[in-house]
C-alpha cells in the first residue's frame, strides 16, 4: 500500500478588511461576465490561453485523478468541420428533440441553429470527461465523481479566461460524439462541453437578463 506523502500548505492568510476588499472585487468583476455569441476574429496570445488551462488543472477532483481533458482548437479549416456537425445536431434540436417548453425558455435569449461563433472566434476548446485513467503499467484506474470534477474545472476556466479579458460561451450540442472523431480523443472520452473563446465584437450585444440577488440564491443558517 502506498504510504501518503505531505507537504506543508502553501496559503497566504490575509486581513479582514483585506479579504473583504477582494471579495467585492472580484464580485463585481465575476458580475460583469456574460455570455457572447458575437466575436472578433481577433487571435487571443497562447500564454493567456495557457495560464487559464493551468488554471483550470488546478481544480479539485475526485481521488485526485484530474478526470479531463483539454483540446485547443485554432485550426480554420478543423474549426469549419465542428461547426458543421455542431449546428447539424442544433437542427435537429430545434426541429424535432427540444420540447416546446424548452424552446419557450430559450426564446428570450434569441438562440437558433445557427453557430456562426465557432468559426469566428480564434479559440474553441473542447473539454472531455475521462472515464478512466492509465497508471505506468497501462492499467486502467477509475475515476471517480467525473462530472462533478470537470464542472468544477470548467467554471475555473471561464473564470480564467474573463479574469484574464476573454470573453467565453458555452456551447453544448447534443450530442456531441463528433467531437471525439474530429478531434482524435478515445471512445473512453465523453464530449463535455465546448467552450468558445474570444474578444467580442465591437457591436456585440447580449440579452437583458438578470441573475438571482443573494437573498434568492443562498440561504444562511
Not at 478512466?132 to 467554471?155: C, H, P
Amino acid at each position: 500500500m502506498t504510504v501518503p506523502r505531505f507537504l506543508p500548505l502553501d496559503f497566504t492568510e490575509r486581513p479582514a478588511a483585506e479579504m473583504s476588499e477582494r471579495a467585492a472585487l472580484f464580485s463585481e468583476l465575476m458580475r460583469r461576465r456574460r455570455t457572447v455569441r458575437h466575436f472578433d476574429a481577433r487571435p487571443i496570445p497562447d500564454d493567456v490561453i495557457e495560464h487559464a488551462l493551468i488554471a483550470a488543472g488546478s481544480a479539485p477532483s475526485g481521488a485526485n485523478r484530474q478526470p479531463w481533458h483539454f483540446v485547443v482548437v485554432t485550426e480554420a479549416a478543423k474549426k469549419a468541420a465542428i461547426r458543421e456537425a455542431a449546428e447539424k445536431e442544433e437542427r435537429e434540436f430545434y426541429s424535432r428533440r427540444a420540447s416546446k417548453e424548452w424552446l419557450e425558455a430559450l426564446e428570450p435569449l434569441g438562440t437558433d441553429a445557427d453557430k456562426p461563433f465557432l468559426t469566428t472566434a480564434p479559440v474553441l476548446i473542447a473539454i472531455f470527461l475521462r472515464r478512466f485513467n492509465l497508471d505506468a503499467e497501462g492499467k486502467r484506474l477509475k475515476n471517480y465523481y467525473t462530472a462533478e470534477s470537470v464542472g468544477i474545472a470548467t467554471g475555473m476556466l471561464i473564470t480564467a479566461l474573463h479574469y484574464a479579458g476573454v470573453a467565453t460561451l458555452t456551447h453544448t450540442p447534443s450530442p456531441m460524439r463528433f467531437l471525439n472523431d474530429l478531434l482524435d480523443r478515445p471512445p473512453d472520452e465523453r464530449a463535455f462541453l465546448l467552450l468558445v473563446a474570444g474578444y467580442p465584437s465591437r457591436d456585440a450585444e447580449v440579452p437583458d437578463i438578470g441573475k438571482y440577488p443573494l437573498r434568492e440564491l443562498a440561504t444562511f443558517v
